[in-house]
């Protein structure tokens, strides 16, 4: 069983960054994927990135490639995402998920789902 804790959102101008923290509590974390999604109101959960186990496999949505990066630190049982040059269209609740085997775009297949930060990109 995996707890997912996210933090590191919050209120961003446009061209900003935040670094966000997916933060595990289960011994068996760093044998998952991980992903992060986000999602607005009245909109589809939206795939933003991924991370193999190891960490050496990496996964973007195009509309992030080059802007957002996910790393993790197993010792620390966390991922990161790192997103700069934020704009208005990033604004969304964050969530990160963890799955057995490898990673995936699609959120259906994820078994474990923190409960979201809120990132707003406002000037």
């Known amino acids: 069983q995996e707890e997912l804790v996210e933090s590191g959102g919050g209120v961003v101008q446009p061209g900003g960054s935040l670094r966000l923290s997916c933060a595990a509590s289960g011994r068996t974390f760093s044998s998952y994927a991980v992903g992060w999604f986000r999602q607005v109101p009245d909109k589809e959960r939206e795939f933003v990135a991924a991370i193999s186990w190891s960490g050496g496999r990496t996964y973007y949505a195009d509309s992030v490639k080059g802007r957002f990066t996910i790393s993790r630190d197993n010792d620390k049982n966390t991922v990161y995402l790192q997103m700069n040059s934020l704009n208005p269209e990033d604004t969304a609740v964050y969530c990160c998920?963890?799955?057995?085997?490898?990673?995936?775009?699609?959120?259906?297949?994820?078994?474990?789902w923190g409960q979201g930060t809120q990132v707003t990109v406002s000037s």
């Open positions: 998920a963890a799955k057995p085997f490898d990673y995936s775009g699609s959120y259906t297949t994820y078994n474990y």
